[in-house]
């Protein structure tokens, strides 16, 4: 069994990483990630961890660092967080397009401007079509086990395609949370060393990142965008093989108090256990209210939201980011997509809220619910802001 | 390499698109984007002195055994600067077809 501890969780995230026995740490500081790296550059210098760490001048340097450096066969860790996502925003497609498993933790944290350092989802729906495999995390827990899942997944040869775990800014990253650590004979048997098909090195050179004509750019996208959609299986035989080491089994999409719910809050990130705080309550209240959260973002779980939905008449969509001008809310697009072909089909609402820190709480949940069901039609592109003041 | 590009099926890449192959640049065919017409070399008037050898860009001119200096059309792109470069004025750029 591991060690129960109360631990942040940003410094849980680094001591991952370190038993993940990562190889290289490139990475530049931004609030509210900075935890994760400055942790990680304490275990480097103390000689906890065998890695190289190199403290470079911007984030487009850190995520090009960690190209090169998976590229060369290194196991490679970064984190950042909003304006720092956004200006290693070329470089995050050019890792997918290689297929290089990097890890990158992102603490979510709003764009600018205004400038703001607190919670939402707006830095990661800015890289959402890089063609990462990319999760949600609830708790600390979660981003703690994640690390390992993620070389797990990324490295398998059937994937080769690097993995963004989601934890929400402050709310997680700050959280000194009550984690079970595994011991590293547990890490030791469910990572095996990263083997690349290819890699640079002088034995055996090979061109990375050359340009391809349009006869042959198609091609390239098909073969990525398959990739991707092929990763499936491995994803759900690393959280089950994780599951069996350590008690606690992942899906794509959890849910929550389904049975016979009528309204069902979706929700994505550290609001899933917000929103299942409120479905208590409601229950309380004898009215049929479910949860289902979705963990897996990429590739999206249409499937599995399917399923979860099946039989609910309201789908309570709740985004923390703004698609403007667009259909609203980016989750509320995607399960609206999934939707589209069914009959009976849940009515979609969609609400946006929780921008730039701004607390969302049961209450406000249970507000949503009452909102949704008061509502008569509600087109794809209707979506309301939550909260704000007019 | 072994197959035309347009031959090429997804499923037959590399991950990641990676070239195992080194050296198939010299496959890609750059003498398609003339242009501007081609040059032409007056080899009674040539000193060899390798000038537009030296200077271009393409590395498309070659020596011939006799010494001379002459384009390679499969890579030449046309851009005029051996005609421009010539102390002897002994190439001129042709059009296509010349």
């Known amino acids: 069994m591991g060690k129960r501890v109360g631990m942040e969780v940003s410094i849980a995230i680094a001591e991952a990483a370190c038993q993940a026995n990562v190889d290289v740490v490139a990475a530049y500081p931004i609030t509210p990630q900075t935890h994760i790296v400055e942790h990680l550059s304490e275990l480097v210098a103390d000689g906890h961890l065998d890695a190289e760490f190199v403290p470079v001048e911007s984030e487009h340097s850190a995520m090009s660092v960690c190209i090169g450096s998976s590229a060369a066969g290194a196991r490679t860790f970064t984190s950042t967080s909003s304006q720092g996502l956004a200006l290693m925003n070329e470089v995050v497609y050019i890792a997918s397009s290689l297929r290089l498993p990097i890890v990158m933790v992102v603490a979510n944290r709003s764009l600018s401007a205004p400038l703001s350092i607190w919670n939402d989802h707006s830095d990661a729906m800015s890289v959402r079509d890089t063609g990462w495999i990319q999760v949600f995390m609830e708790n600390g827990q979660e981003a703690y086990d994640h690390v390992f899942w993620a070389y797990r997944v990324g490295e398998d040869r059937r994937v080769l395609t690097p993995v963004m775990i989601h934890i929400d800014g402050f709310i997680l990253s700050h959280m000194v949370e009550s984690l079970e650590l595994v011991d590293d004979e547990i890490v030791k048997k469910y990572l095996p060393p990263f083997e690349p098909i290819h890699r640079l090195h002088p034995d055996k050179p090979v061109t990375m990142g050359a340009f391809a004509l349009p006869e042959l750019y198609t091609e390239a996208k098909k073969a990525q965008d398959e990739a991707l959609k092929a990763s499936w299986p491995v994803i759900l035989q690393g959280w089950k093989e994780w599951g069996d080491l350590t008690g606690r089994y992942y899906r794509p999409v959890e849910t929550y108090n389904l049975d016979g719910a009528e309204v069902a809050l979706v929700t994505m990130g550290s609001m899933g256990e917000t929103a299942c705080e409120a479905a208590d309550r409601m229950r309380a209240q004898g009215k049929r209210v479910g949860v289902v959260k979705i963990r897996l973002w990429r590739p999206f779980p249409f499937q599995e939201i399917r399923k979860a939905l099946q039989g609910v008449k309201v789908a309570v969509v709740f985004d923390r980011c703004i698609s403007f001008g667009g259909q609203g809310g980016p989750v509320a697009s995607e399960v609206r997509a999934a939707l589209y072909g069914e009959s009976p089909r849940p009515r979609v609402v969609n609400f946006i809220g929780g921008l730039a820190g701004r607390d969302v709480s049961p209450g406000d949940f249970q507000n949503m619910v009452q909102e949704a069901l008061s509502r008569e039609d509600d087109r794809q592109e209707n979506y309301k802001i939550y909260g704000v003041r007019e | ?98």
């Open chain 2, 1 to 98: 390499m072994a197959k035309p590009i347009t031959q090429i099926l997804w499923t037959e890449l590399e991950p990641g698109c990676v070239i195992v192959e080194p050296g198939n640049a010299r496959e890609y065919r750059t003498g398609d984007w003339r242009t501007m017409g081609h040059p032409k070399v007056d080899t009674e008037r040539c000193v060899k002195c390798a000038q537009c050898y030296i200077f271009c860009p393409d590395a498309a001119i070659e020596r011939t055994q006799e010494g001379y200096f002459l384009p390679n059309l499969y890579y030449c792109k046309g851009c005029g600067i051996c005609a421009h470069e010539c102390p002897v004025k002994c190439i001129e750029m042709v059009p296509e077809g010349e």
